[in-house]
C-alpha cells in the first residue's frame, strides 16, 4: 500500500522537524526499500503495489528500481474499502496468500514476512496475520483469501486498530496469528528511532539502503 511521494502530502506528520519535500523524499526511500524487501522475503511470490492518487502510479514505478510488479489503484473511501477492494482484485488474479505491508517499515525483518506467509499458506494454521506495532495498529495485515468483514468499524491511525480488526477476525470465526512486533515510521519519534536503528544495526543498514543513504544525507 503505497501513496505517492509528493511534498505536502506524504508522510505529513514528519512535517515539521523535516521540510515537506524533505518529508517526500524520505517517503520515496521507504518506498524503494519496501519493494526491494517483499521481493525478496517473498521469493517468487508476486509484489502488487496498491497506488494512490489515481495519477500516482509513474512517480512510483520510477522509484521500484525496474522491478515486474502488479499494479492496483487504489479504491475505496477509507483504508478499510482499499485494503478489502485490493485483497479481492489479487485474488481474482490466482495470488494466494496475501500480505499487505506499508510503505513505511524498511528495515522490517523478512523472518516476519516469512511467518506470516508460512502461517497463511494451504494447510497453515492461520487464516489471518496481524503485525502489530506499539501504537496500536499494524504494519502487516495478511488473509489466506479475502475476508469480507475484517475491517468493519475499524478506527484507523488510533490505538484500537489492531484490536478491532482481530475482534472482526474472531466475529467471523478466522484462525489469527499475531506476528512479532515492529514499528511504522509516522511521526517524529518513529524517525528518531529509524535514525538510531540504521546508525547502530549493520544489517538493518543492507535491508534498506536507501533510507539509510537518506539518513547520512540529512543527518550526517
Not at 517468487?44 to 528500481?65: F, H, Q, T
Not at 517499515?105 to 494451504?122: D, H, K
Not at 499475531?178 to 546508525?199: A, F, I
Amino acid at each position: 500500500m503505497a501513496k505517492a511521494p509528493r511534498a505536502g502530502e506524504a508522510k505529513t506528520r514528519l512535517s515539521p522537524p523535516l521540510t515537506p519535500a524533505g518529508a517526500a523524499s524520505l517517503a520515496a526511500c521507504l518506498f524503494a526499500d519496501t519493494v526491494s524487501l517483499a521481493r525478496g522475503a517473498g521469493g517468487a511470490a508476486s509484489v502488487v503495489v496498491a497506488y494512490a492518487p489515481p495519477d500516482g502510479r509513474a512517480a512510483l514505478e520510477g522509484l521500484a528500481g525496474g522491478a515486474p510488479l502488479l499494479w492496483l489503484e487504489q479504491k475505496g473511501a477509507g483504508l478499510g474499502e482499499r485494503l478489502a477492494s485490493a485483497a479481492v482484485r489479487a485474488a481474482s488474479r490466482g495470488l494466494s496468500p496475501l500480505l499487505f505491508i506499508g510503505a513505511d517499515s524498511p528495515t522490517l525483518p523478512p523472518r516476519n514476512i516469512a511467518a506470516a506467509l508460512e502461517g497463511l499458506a494451504v494447510g497453515g494454521r492461520a487464516d489471518v496475520a496481524l503485525g502489530g506495532t506499539e501504537d496500536g495498529g499494524y504494519y502487516a495485515v495478511g488473509m489466506r483469501t479475502p475476508a469480507p468483514g475484517l475491517f468493519d468499524s475499524v478506527d484507523w491511525s488510533t490505538p484500537r486498530a489492531y484490536a478491532q480488526t482481530a475482534r472482526n477476525a474472531a466475529r467471523l470465526g478466522l484462525r489469527l496469528l499475531e506476528l512479532p512486533g515492529w514499528y511504522d515510521v509516522d511521526t517524529p519519534e518513529d524517525l528518531l528511532r529509524l535514525r538510531r536503528e540504521l546508525s547502530e544495526d549493520e544489517e538493518a543498514r543492507r535491508r534498506a539502503p536507501s533510507t539509510a543513504r537518506w539518513m547520512r544525507t540529512h543527518f550526517g
